[in-house]
């Protein structure tokens, strides 16, 4: 009986060529895996089509965008997670999830070895293999891309050499990765680090035209976006609705030079209007709701869940013992955020408000209804500072005065 492999299939050019190839020079029975994580205009049905034409013995599609939000993007939001200051992990956010799906169908079908179509140049590969190890350090992982030796030409040529029903031509120059928390464009002019995204290269903040400008109330509970506008909705539906708003206005662009888990810096142009809109309010409500000593260990730990997360390492001991703390400062995190989007790519926060913030009127106010004792002040300043005072006394050119 021949060994069967479960393959990530995204339906494209590469991943099409892959199930042949696994097939024809592998030897293997391929059941093609596709994911539905709120990619846009996806037909599952004609990918599902294209998947056995192209050789699969069996294809599997599920509806993932629930568990995308609610297992990987809400432990990122609540972490803040924007890697290296910018990028809120929108494909290293995925991986993982089709990871866990590979594994999963591989143990229902008996399957030797899962397969994903990524090159040997970027972070994809590392977060499928390491996150396969992670769940099973036994099964084989094979990357059909990084094993073959093609240019796109080549993989062109083959799918029309074997007749395999792909859709890509030499012009389809962009690599594009979306889900609902945004989407990752890279290759073509974008190689070129100095020259301006085209405006044929954006779709989520696709500028519907006018100078739009919106405004929105977005409401947390326990760090949770529960509400736009005062409608409660899903998760997945406050994402998409989001996008839609604030990417209409054209907020949510990023184009930024990344550092690599693989050595290389790389040009990334993103989009990712929901994401960084949340990211934004969120970090807000919790400068309002986080006790001081809480809020700036978190700050100092989010980079790190950011890197671990980037780096492949969602299933790890770390990031696993980083979310436990993460969540357990979220108690509180639950109030409203006004935001206001456009024209173009402005984004910000215009005001926030939470019963159970940390903020004081009376405490922080300069009028009469001022209840701060000012007294205690100058024993705790002077405290404070002795310290230094003496230091100045000592050691600097007050010395002996
Ligand atoms: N550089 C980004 C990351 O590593 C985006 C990757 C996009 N992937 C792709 N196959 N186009 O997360």
Known sequence: ??????????????????????????????IALSLDVGQADTDFEAI?????????????IEDAKEEMTGEYVLPSLMSNALYEGKYPLVSALSRPLIVAHLIKTAKEFSASAVAHGCTGKGNDQVRFEVGALALDPYIDVIAPVREWNMTREDSIKYAQENELPVTATKDRIYSIDENLWGRAIECGILEDPWAEPPSEVFSYTAIDGS?????????????????????????????????????????????????????IKSREVYECPAALALTMAHQDLEAMTLERDVLHEKLRLEPRFADLVYDGLWFSPLREALSAFMSSTQKYVT???????????????????????????????????????HEDAKGFVRIFGLGIATWAKRQTAAKGK
């Open 211 to 263: 100078e739009s400008v919106k405004e929105v109330v977005i409401g947390f509970e326990q760090g949770v976006p529960k509400s736009i506008n005062g409608k409660e909705m899903t998760l997945v539906d406050l994402i998409n609705e989001l996008n839609v708003l604030a990417g209409g206005c054209g907020f949510g662009r990023i184009d930024m030079v990344e550092s690599r888990r693989v050595g």
């Open 335 to 373: 109030g409203e955020v006004r935001m206001r989007f456009g024209p173009g790519p402005i984004g910000k926060v215009i005001g926030r408000r939470s019963d159970v913030g940390l903020y004081d009127y009376n405490l922080a106010t300069y009028d009469e209804a001022d209840s701060f004792n």
């Open 1 to 30: 009986m021949k060994q069967k492999v479960v393959l990530a299939y995204s339906g494209g050019l590469d991943t099409s060529v892959a199930v042949h190839w696994l097939t024809k020079v592998k030897g293997y029975d391929v």
């Open 48 to 60: 599902k089509e294209r998947a056995l034409q192209a050789g699969a013995v069996d294809v599997v």
